[in-house]
């Protein structure tokens, strides 16, 4: 029988010369196919969107932009579509399969509890099983009532509004009247200061935050724009329907006997609903009004102590629901360890709104006890409520579709991903980080932040409008700039993220009851923070975020990995990447001098560090931002581009894009030109920057969609795509525009830097 020959036959050098070579060569041949196959799905998808027809030195947004909408129409749950809007369904789709999944014994705990919670989530059955209890369960817990009396008769009983609001805010993060916080000192961001003003009025919980801050925004502004006092806006009468039905509905639920039965079908007792509904939502108006009398965003912060504070707020009135801000804070650090408060010395408040205080004051002097106990009941109960079982979510999808025009509610799956996502977002980018990425992408992303941010100094060295001083400190400011990029390392350093969630408990069956407690961990970091130093700077969002930001206190700019993907980054071609990702830097950086940015220092204290002069001159060449975007008219609602809302997204914009296209030259400088994108080879390789830069905010919209975008502080996406380059000389040359077209006009160009 032959024998086999297993003998180790030893390789020599050249062969394994050899052998090495022929695998750098496989592995740069995969390389450069998938590189291949990037830039041609980028160049259909590019050419998909294009309209061709049209004149780019007169519509650039148009012809980029002019068919994305018949490769990419806006999902029935949607008012508005956009990239951003598509990748967050891509990244949330991507999150809900890897929740799915079964744990396994290796991941870190909190990556096992966020799968609980998407669970916990999905489990309707359950939630209708368990009803309205769990809700009904946090209310008593507060100190609040689960069904508020519905009477007409005067209440006399004062109503001890401050402990809810504490409870409230300890609990689930909520603002109930006023905006309490533990912040950085504005003019010293190493020391955190207890701080007061308008409340936030998004839920702090998941789920409908971001459509509830868009509705109630379009029916306030309804209500005060409408012809007559007499007349209903219809945003107004299906929030009080609205009202009414949730209200009906709990005092229905569980009501076995009879005769209660017979009262719920009284007209006389639907009518004491219907007052009750009228009642909160005309508080709900007063409120409003004088939270929106000032604009907090122009006002400076005011130091008192908690004796001035009081003195202020006090102002003479009487009545049973005064402020009263010593029982106000020594309850909301009851019981928290080593802050011990010393309100008559150091503790100082930081008020941010002081006359929204005051009125606030007033105006509780002058509410009715069961009106006030009524506002409050509904301000937790509308946030809460939809979590609950499948009627009052089933309520509240009416609701929306009847106010935003029969939107359809998302996926359970996706809805479930989304609030897993918000709650736990560091545990669910477990999933996405690994080392490739911060040993290639990263690495390339802080190449290009570094030529952005060398474009930037070029271009303040070359401004004729600030005195040297000046230039040199913002130079050291730029060049002070932090950078978060893609997620923080620790996420793969084992016990990381047990330390991060430390104290937070999962249960399969209590799905409102582990959100709260992951809200209830916010406001424990941010309570304990109040005697500790800020030496070190945080990430500003979480990794899986679609988006990117700036932190004036931390002079900081964090990029998510959320974002580097298609079509913002990864594309092939540094042409395309630079105009995507690459302006989208540009437009953080430059956001640390816009007119909000340009009060912070290099290390975050706001002081003013710029000379008089340059501050006079800066504010005169904001101005001809504010005329030229408020002359953009939006066809679709008959209105106008607010300019100086918008004023500093606008900034940001301009200077992006201008910075992103020098920092491009100096790559190419280096690196050479590139080669051709297929099917756009008669482009040159800057005339394909510009399509990037437009290409990411392609969008779908409707007069509804824009009609929420004029109450926000950017510019509807096609405004920011023609007004960017309509200032850009740049733009013209290269697209060869001549002066006097839509793109170039004959007026002079918007510039700062």
């Not at 029916?219 to 007349?231: C, G, I, V, Y």
């Not at 408060?341 to 408040?349: A, H, R, S, V």
């Not at 290009?448 to 100094?457: H, Q, R, T």
Request: aromatic share 12%.
């Amino acid at each position: 029988m032959e024998r086999l020959d297993c003998s180790y036959k030893r390789t020599t050098p050249s062969e394994r010369r050899l052998l090495v070579l022929l695998v750098l060569a496989l592995l740069l041949a995969v390389a450069l196919i998938i590189a291949l196959a990037v830039v041609s799905y980028y160049s259909a998808s590019l050419l998909q969107s294009m309209d061709q027809t049209v004149d780019p030195c007169e519509d650039f947004y148009s012809y980029t932009c002019g068919r994305w909408s018949d490769e990419h129409p806006t999902p029935d749950t949607a008012v508005e579509y956009n990239w951003f809007a598509d990748r967050t369904q891509h990244m949330l789709r991507r999150i809900r399969d890897h929740l799915q999944e079964n744990a396994s014994d290796s991941e870190p705990q909190p990556v096992t509890q966020a799968r609980i919670m998407f669970k916990s989530c999905m489990d309707t059955d359950e939630l209708d099983a368990q009803g309205l209890e769990p809700m009904f369960r946090f209310l008593r817990d507060i100190g609040m009532s689960v069904r508020p009396v519905l009477s007409d008769e005067p209440d006399t009983t004062p109503f001890h509004w401050v402990p809810i609001a504490v409870e409230a805010k300890r609990r689930v993060f909520q603002d109930l009247l006023v905006g309490f916080g533990v912040y950085p000192q504005n003019t010293n961001r190493t020391v955190n200061r207890l701080s007061l003003g308008t409340p936030n009025v998004r839920s702090p919980l998941p789920g409908y935050r971001d459509v509830d801050k868009r509705i109630d925004a379009r029916r306030r502004k309804a209500r005060t724009s409408k012809d007559s006092e007499d007349e209903e806006d219809p945003y107004s009468a299906a929030f009080l329907q609205y009202l009414a039905q949730v209200i009906g509905y709990i005092y229905k639920w569980n009501t076995n006997s009879t005769d209660k039965t017979d009262k719920v079908k009284n007209d006389a007792f639907d009518l004491a609903i219907k007052m009750a509904a009228i009642h909160i939502y005309e508080m709900d108006e007063r409120l409003t009004h004088i939270m929106n009398e000032y604009d907090e965003s122009e006002l400076d912060p005011i130091e008192m102590s908690v004796q001035e504070l009081q003195e202020w707020t006090d102002g003479g009135h009487n009545g049973s629901l005064m402020l009263n801000w010593t029982e106000y804070f020594t309850l909301m650090f009851e019981g928290v360890e080593n802050v011990t408060l010393d309100l008559e010395g150091e503790d100082k408040i930081v008020v941010t709104n002081a006359n929204y205080l005051r009125d606030l004051a007033k105006l509780l002097a002058e509410t009715p006890s069961k009106t006030l106990e009524l506002t409050l009941w509904w301000e937790v109960v509308h946030v809460l409520a939809p979590l609950t079982n499948r009627d009052l979510r089933h309520l509240k999808e009416r609701y929306i579709e009847k106010v935003m025009g029969g939107q359809a509610p998302e996926a359970r799956s996706t809805f479930c991903a989304n609030t897993v996502n918000y709650l736990m977002g560091m545990a669910v980018s477990y999933f996405f980080a690994d080392t490739t990425f911060l040993n290639v992408t990263k690495s390339k992303v802080e190449e290009m932040l570094s030529d952005i941010k060398w474009a930037f100094s070029s271009l303040v060295r070359s401004v004729d409008w600030m005195d040297e001083d000046t230039k040199l400190a913002t130079l050291e400011k730029a060049d002070s700039l932090k950078h978060f990029v893609g997620f923080p390392e620790w996420l793969l350093e084992p016990g990381q993220l047990e330390i991060y969630y430390d104290g937070m408990e999962v249960n399969e069956t209590a799905y409102l009851f582990n959100m709260i407690g992951v809200l209830h961990l916010y406001t424990v970091t941010m309570v304990n923070s109040l005697r500790q130093l800020n030496l070190e700077d945080n990430w500003a969002t979480d990794p899986t975020d679609v988006n990117a930001f700036h932190t004036f206190q931390a002079n900081a700019i964090t990029v998510p990995s959320g974002i580097l993907q298609f079509p913002f980054y990864d594309l092939g071609l540094e042409a395309l990447n630079y105009g995507a990702i690459g302006t989208i830097l540009g437009h953080e950086l430059t956001h640390g001098f816009d007119n909000s940015g340009r009060q912070y220092d290099k290390d975050g204290n706001m002081r003013q560090w710029w000379s008089n002069t340059t501050v006079e001159e800066y504010v005169n060449r904001t101005t001809c931002f504010i005329e030229q975007y408020s002359n953009y008219r939006l066809e679709e609602i008959d209105g106008w581009v607010n300019g100086k809302l918008t004023l500093g997204e606008n900034i940001a914009d301009n200077g992006g894009l201008r910075e992103s296209l020098r920092a491009y030259r100096r790559f190419k400088e280096r690196n050479g030109h590139e080669s051709r994108l297929p099917g756009f080879e008669s482009f040159t390789d800057e005339q394909i920057f510009f399509l990037s830069f437009a290409n990411v905010w392609c969008e779908n919209w409707t007069p509804e969609s824009v009609r929420w975008a004029v109450s926000d502080e950017h510019s509807p996406n096609h405004i920011r795509v023609l007004g960017v380059l309509s200032n850009s000389p740049e733009f013209s040359r290269i697209w060869k525009c001549r002066k006097g077209s839509a793109m170039n006009p004959k007026k002079d160009k918007c510039r700062i830097w």
